[in-house]
């Protein structure tokens, strides 16, 4: 009831946006100006895979705009834990109740971009997703700038799916896949195809990442297998005031209990499925290292992945846990990187150890991991998260990752390669959309080459473009 109660809420809100602009009440970017845009999206969070998402769209669309001619804005909920993060961009706080938030912030922009991955799916949350149409729709009924940027599209409970078609008819969204786009093409919303952000980010060299790993107890020289694992089973988030009602009186749905009105999927079927999950990954891991001699961690590249990382590691005996309330995502990626194999329910876990060409297997909840696998070439190391043969097909992965991991790796290298050029053509994208909107923006002028709409990269990937190109 809750998620059809901010699904209207957000509706009218876009209708009076275009009421508003419609009576001229809403004034488009004018020659002169710097373009202000707002980045929406789900930081401030500890969620290392869309903080960094947004890091490199930061800095990719102000590297082609110009830092002189922009002025950016973050959606934050929690500027302390995104304290640090997005360097030359104003955060701005976003609340749990959204709805008065983005009739207010967005009008005082030239254009958003959506930056959220799960963007367009209720597999999550629906007020998720209702938050992305909000914040598009009130931009593109404005006339203003409408993109959604490196977005997935899954599945959509019925209302939602009216509310994208309906109001996101007129934005531009780039998806990461060619299943993205196919979903939303046919609620009639524009595309183009492109891929995630993450590929160009620049964490910390890596001997940050090892010298955590030898403070943890590696001895620098045993093969690291770093696990990054969830809980797959306590999605969707629904907001529910009576579950808040009774929360708050009683202490009831204590451990579904996300924040203020938002609660995790609970129940029997859901704790058998987690266990089931749980223990599949500890039994393959440790008969693994009985196998061979490795160095176990187990990361949660987002703070709720600790309470299944601390329950894996118990079952193992203790294996060092890293979180991302314990490490910033500089550091973090760091950590990843300097691993030797991942086993990974984070796609941003496997996304962002692929410049340093860690073979990666991964456990998938949904369609993220499995495509991007497929395009590795390396189906044989995907799984799913409810498989009732996990705990067997975990293992061979592993051996798998073992014992070929230089094969692994030269497919990744080309995969990297791949989406480097993939996203800088998101560039290209995104830099005719702002000239379609704004005609007389000034943008640069000449011929470029596919390297110069990516922000800068470090030189271990322009050895990697120069290798694979």
Sequence with gaps: MMDFVLEAWVSANIERAKARWVLGGSKPWQPGEKLKLLFAGYNGTRNTGSDVRVEEMLRQIRHILGADRVEFSVMSQSFERSKGYFDGTRQVHLPDIFPPFLSDEVPRHHGVVACEGS??????????????????????????????????????????????????????????????????????????????????????????????????????????????????????????????????LTG??????????????????????????????????????????????????????????????????????????????????????????????????????????????????????????????????LMTVDDPHLETKLLAALNVLATEGERISDGIARTVVKNLKVMAQMGVFFEEEVKRRYPDFPTRAGEWSWEDYLPPMNESLRQLVSAFS
């Excluded at 039994?283 to 309470?307: C, G, H, M, S, Y």
């Excluded at 118990?314 to 314990?326: F, H, I, R, W, Y």
């Design 119 to 248: 963007m367009f799916k209720s597999k999550f949350a629906n007020a998720l997703t209702t938050m992305m149409i909000g914040s598009l729709g009130i931009a593109a009924v404005e006339n203003k700038l409408s993109v959604g940027y490196g977005a997935e599209a899954g599945h959509m409970d019925p209302l939602v799916a009216k509310m994208c078609a309906r109001y996101c008819k007129s934005s531009l969204v780039i998806t990461r896949n060619e299943e993205s786009r196919g979903i939303l093409s046919e609620l009639g919303v524009p595309t183009q195809l492109g891929t995630d952000t993450a590929w160009t980010f620049e964490p910390k060299p890596a001997e940050y990442g090892q010298s955590v790993l030898r403070q943890v107890g590696w001895d620098g020289k045993t093969p690291v297998l770093v696990v990054c694992p969830i809980n797959p089973f306590e999605w969707p988030v629904k907001a529910s005031v009576a579950k808040y009602a009774l929360h708050t």
């Design 252 to 381: 009831a749905y204590r451990d579904s209990h996300y924040r203020t009105v938002y609660f995790h999927n609970s129940g029997p079927a859901a704790d058998r499925a987690y266990q089931h999950y749980l223990t599949s990954i500890a039994n393959a891991v440790e008969a693994f290292r009985k196998q061979r001699n490795i160095f176990v961690i187990l990361v949660a590249t987002e703070r709720l992945d600790a309470r299944p990382a601390n329950k894996i590691s118990e079952k193992l005996g203790g294996v060092p846990v890293l979180t991302s309330d314990q490490y910033n995502m500089y550091e973090l990626v760091s950590i990843l990187c300097s691993c030797h194999m991942m086993a990974s329910s984070r796609y941003h876990g496997i996304v962002t150890s692929m410049p340093s060409l860690v073979p990666s297997a991964g456990i998938t909840m949904d369609e993220r991991i499995r495509n991007l696998m497929r395009e590795r070439g390396h189906e044989e190391l």
